[in-house]
């Protein structure tokens, strides 16, 4: 059985940091690119980062170029995003997803989310 289980969330400051771990289980993470999501209230889901290192590739939003740090240990078949200098803006719902590559096309998987709230 699937699962993608995001942590790490929680209240923050405007300009402090957080890491968000994404821990995986159930599918073979080493061949799926591997990403952040984000929903604000009120607004549409989001792509944050991907890390889809398998193709040698890794990219950002531009709002978060420069703050945020997508990386992951396959070993630990986990996946993390450093936040640092957060913003009121970065206040969001935070989503682990995966998309599986090669024989694994097509295969898609959803965290169910951990929530960062950036305020004073």
């Known amino acids: 059985q699937v699962h993608l289980v995001e942590s790490g969330g929680g209240l923050v400051q405007p300009g402090g940091s957080l890491r968000l771990s994404c821990a995986a289980s159930g599918f073979t993470f080493s061949s799926y690119a591997m990403s952040w999501y984000r929903q604000a209230p009120g607004k549409e889901r989001e792509l944050v980062a991907v890390d889809n290192s398998i193709g040698g590739s890794i990219n950002y939003v531009d709002a978060v170029k420069g703050r945020f740090t997508i990386s992951r240990d396959n070993a630990k078949n986990t996946m993390y995003l450093q936040m640092n200098s957060l913003k009121v803006e970065d206040t969001a719902v935070y989503y682990c997803?995966?998309?599986?590559?090669?024989?694994?096309?097509?295969?898609?998987?959803w965290g169910k989310g951990t929530l960062v709230t950036v305020s004073s």
């Open positions: 997803n995966a998309k599986g590559m090669g024989r694994y096309v097509g295969m898609i998987y």
